[in-house]
Structures are given as C-alpha cells and as structure tokens.
C-alpha cells in the first residue's frame, strides 16, 4: 500500500536572491532549495510545466519524491511549501527537504471509504457525514502510505467512526494523542422528524 516514489527532475541554479529567481522564471523554471540531513542547502529550479502537473495531480506535499539533478546522486525529498504568486496563484518558489528511508515526517494522508453497500444506515437513507477526508500521521519516509482505509461495514444510522475505530498501516500513528472523529453515519431528516414525531 505504499505510494509510488515519483522521479522529480531539476537542474542547479547557479546564483541566488531575487535576481536570479526572476531569471529562472523567464527561463522556464520554478526557482527552489533543497535543504536538511546536515547538508549545505541547494538552490534549484524545476521545469514549471512538469512542476504544475505534479501539483495538478494532488497529494504534492504529501508525496515523497526521488529527485534527479545531473552531475548529483539521487536524494530523497519531500515538498514542505509551495509559494505561489499571489494574483495568478501559479508556482513561484518550492522549498525541498532531503530525506532517508528511515526518517520519521508528519504527513496529511487521504482517508478512503469502502463497502458502502454493506452498511445498514445507508441503505435506510442515511448519509455518510465526512469530518476529516485527510488525516495527520506521523509515518516512515521509506514507507508513506497511500491511503487509510475506513471500512463501512456494519455501520447503521447515528454511529460515529473514530481514528481508533480504523487500523492503521504498520508503522504510523495519528499525530493527535485523543480519539478524534473521522465521520459519521446521519440519519436522513424524514427519519429524525418521524423519530420526533413518535
């Protein structure tokens, strides 16, 4: 279930300050750094047109990448901000950590729901209430996972689903210590109004 490692193609960039940013933009760049493992940090840039598609594709600053400079070994990275202009919010800067396999990293990762279908609440027209489509954990750089899976079988009307209630890939832990709600099954509002009605 771990996620693909993306190949993420950049060049040197030789030269830093706002000058040299401006440059590689009219080059065709997205200017960046590539900073951590007690390393000096790099200054980058990246094609933008294979940078927007990455961003476009979602899930960019949760993904790790394999990044590819000429003339350099391959390093592990992962986005920690994306700065974006202002007005067209088009990618202006991207700043990149180095990582190894065995690092720990909080990340967002997306919450999946499965076997709708099996669920006596939604078959009786309740609806499945969504709090967190994303949640925090903190997992192995080596090993991010793809997804957390919420099975819905089961499930009738009023049950709330937990970060407890759901199994977690080996090796992650939610990054908040309570039991915090993912979401819930809610009655229909015919069905709380005969239920008051009664």
Do not use: W
Not at 19 to 47: E, L
Not at 116 to 134: F, I, M, Y
Request: glycine residues 8%; charged residues 25%; aromatic residues 4%.
């Amino acid at each position: 279930m771990a996620r693909e490692i993306l190949d993420l193609h950049a060049e040197v960039r030789t030269g830093t300050g706002k000058g040299a940013a401006r440059q590689s933009r009219r080059d065709g760049f997205v200017p960046g750094i590539v900073y951590g493992d007690n390393t000096a940090p790099q200054p980058i840039k990246i094609p933008y047109n294979a940078l927007l598609k990455r961003l476009k594709a979602g899930r960019f600053l949760s993904s790790l990448f394999n990044l590819k400079v000429e003339g350099q070994p391959d390093v592990h990275v992962i986005c920690r901000a994306v700065q974006r202009d202002v007005v067209k919010d088009l990618p202006t800067h991207v700043d990149l950590m180095r990582l190894h396999d065995e690092n720990r990293i909080n990340l967002f990762i997306h919450v999946t729901f499965i076997n709708h279908e099996a669920s006596p609440g939604l078959k009786r027209g309740g609806t499945l209430t969504v709090v967190r489509n994303d949640v925090e954990l903190n997992v192995l750089a080596g090993d991010i996972p793809d997804h957390i899976t919420v099975d819905l079988t089961g499930r009738k009307i009023g049950d709330v689903i937990h970060i407890n209630d759901v199994v977690l890939p080996e090796g992650t832990k939610a990054t908040i210590d309570r039991n915090f709600v993912i979401a819930n099954v809610a009655a229909p509002a015919g069905y709380v109004e005969g239920a008051d009605a009664e």
